[in-house]
């Protein structure tokens, strides 16, 4: 087992603008000592699933983007997921990369691969039905969740203020990383 664990940020928001994108740079750039974290892009370059697309090897070819990603959650150590919440749920983009991420049934890219969700939502409860939903998707998949990382971020990060200046955000998102890989070094 390597020393360094590399975490794999999905985020599920795809506008330049978006918060948890933010969220998910500052971490990327602020990562815990021993941790390589890297936030995937091209969630949105997903086609839907679809079970006609998805090709067993010798069928014919699969899209670009599904190789691509599951190459890149196959390699991940653990597999962190920063997410708003849309009408209630998980977005849709996010949804449909699960979707990818769970087959081959039994075999997909995300199943044993230690997972966590965090997120921001300017609603009441903070995004919390999107985060039950993601997580219980994740688990449906193969994941392992980890029940345990849950990160009550301040509201400023919604407000408007750029997330690295908010007071503390840094280290709650470092905190939830090593929570993640400790759940990783215990799957091992
Ligand atoms: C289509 C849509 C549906 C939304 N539904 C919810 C919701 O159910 N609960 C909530 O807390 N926020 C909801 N929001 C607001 C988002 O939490 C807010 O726009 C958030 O900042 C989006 O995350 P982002 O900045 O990463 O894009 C919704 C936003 C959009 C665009």
């Known amino acids: 087992m390597s020393d360094s664990k590399s975490v794999l ?20 750039a602020n ?35 599904v190789t691509k990603f599951r190459e890149a959650v196959g390699a991940a150590d653990a597999v962190l997921i920063v997410t708003p919440e849309y009408n209630g749920t998980i977005p849709a ?3 449909n990369a699960i979707d990818w991420g769970s087959r081959p049934y039994g075999a997909g890219a995300l199943a044993g691969t230690p997972t966590g969700v965090i ?40 407000t408007g203020t750029p997330v690295a200046d908010v007071p503390g955000v840094i280290d709650l998102l470092r905190g939830a990383v090593e929570e993640l890989v400790a759940a990783e070094v215990v799957a091992a």
Not at 128 to 142: I, P
């Open 93 to 95: 983009v996010l949804k």
């Open 31 to 65: 990562a815990p000592a021993g941790v390589a974290v890297s936030v995937y892009d091209g969630l949105g370059d997903l086609p839907f699933y679809n079970e006609d697309v998805d090709v067993a090897p010798g069928d014919g070819e699969l899209p670009a983007a």
């Open 119 to 158: 997120g921001s939502a300017i609603g009441r409860f903070g995004g919390k039905w999107a985060k039950d939903d993601t997580r219980r998707s994740l688990g449906v998949a193969g994941a392992k969740v980890v029940e345990e990382l849950s990160v009550e971020l301040p509201a400023e990060v919604t």
């Open 9 to 28: 940020v999905l985020v599920g928001s795809l506008r330049a603008a978006s918060v948890n994108r933010a969220l998910a740079e500052a971490l990327a």
